[in-house]
């Protein structure tokens, strides 16, 4: 059976299977609408359902109050019909096309414990092009996992890692992963990346969140970017945070500060404590001349696009990319 997706307010049609959820549909025509996760975790691909009806086998992560004023998960909905959408639609991402492609790694270093540093060099007939949020997803022995590119476009694609416990991925990573090792990568993938306006902008990061946030900084620095940019980075204790760069950004750019805040109790720590988004609340009164960039826990996301809402900032202003957690 045929059926017809409609994208408001951008008015784009493409056609969908009912097999398939409607992100998957508008993924495979290249049609990018908002997601992250692609399972449901995150709660990034909500859209307003306005027409039509949907089989939604994941809705968890929306409120009853959302449900109830017709809220789906895109990546969870498979239509029923024809269906009309509120959904955001990006043509910038239309000329960068997802690959599956070798890579080897360049270089491995771990910071502390807990975090690794990847390095990964793609053959030079691969072209492969992104913006700076985007993320990979890397493939070894039928394990999957995603990670957030760490840099802008350069010879090599950095990763940041975090150690999980009993992970299958993480394990393999810090245990008997080697240099010259060789992987496979799709990408890139997601829509986190920065808005072509002039809005001053907050970078929400939590553990290797920072990833795309250094990524995405870059890019602003290499177009001479001169909004007022703030980085708050939040970590559980002072020994994780694994890089120097943005406090190297604060001392040499005057648009830029860098915030980075504690969560747990450390008699050595003279910083900020506390839940980092709410270091975010206790300095601006008013979010709404804003754009926040957050990437971390689903719980953290959940809680700044709450409390920032509630501050001012209008939820078209917050723009997100949860890290999910898998063994």
């Known amino acids: 059976m045929s059926i017809k997706i409609e994208l408001q307010p951008s008015g784009i049609i493409f056609d969908a299977s009912e097999d398939l959820s409607i992100l998957d549909s508008a993924l495979e025509k290249n049609i990018n609408i908002e997601y992250s996760c692609k399972d449901g975790s995150c709660g990034t691909c909500k859209a307003r359902l306005l027409q039509g009806s949907v089989n939604s086998v994941n809705s968890s992560t929306l409120s009853a109050d959302e449900v109830a004023d017709g809220y789906i998960l895109t990546c969870c909905a498979k239509p029923k019909s024809d269906v009309v959408i509120q959904a955001e639609y990006y043509p910038q991402l239309s000329n960068i096309v997802k690959k599956s492609f070798p890579c ?71 245990n008997e992963l080697k240099e010259n090792a060789l992987l496979r990568a799709e990408g890139p993938l997601g829509t986190f990346f920065i808005r072509d306006d002039d809005r001053p902008i907050i970078f929400l990061a939590g553990g290797t969140g920072f990833a795309p946030v250094k990524a995405m900084v870059e890019e602003l620095l290499s177009k001479n970017d001169s909004r007022c940019i703030y ?83 209008p939820e078209k202003q917050f723009f997100s990319d949860a890290f999910v957690q898998s063994n």
């Open 104 to 174: 080897k790694v360049h270089s491995l270093q771990f910071r502390c414990d807990e975090i690794a540093i990847v390095h990964l060099r793609i053959p030079p007939t691969i072209k492969f092009d992104y913006l700076p949020g985007q993320y990979i997803d890397l493939s070894l022995n039928g394990v999957r996992r995603s990670y957030s590119i760490a840099n802008m476009k350069g010879e090599t694609i950095e990763l940041h890692i975090r150690k999980v416990e009993d992970g299958i991925f993480s394990g393999f990573i810090f």
């Open 231 to 313: 980085i708050y980075w939040g970590m559980a204790s002072q020994q994780y945070f694994y890089s120097d760069v943005a406090e190297d950004w604060s001392k040499q750019y005057s648009h830029i500060e860098y915030i980075p805040v504690v969560s747990d109790i450390d008699d050595e720590w003279n910083g900020r404590t506390g839940f980092v988004h709410q270091a975010v609340l206790a300095d601006f009164a008013n979010l709404s001349a804003f754009n926040v960039y957050a990437c971390g826990s689903p719980i953290m996301i959940e809680a700044a696009r709450k409390d920032f809402v509630k501050s001012g900032l």
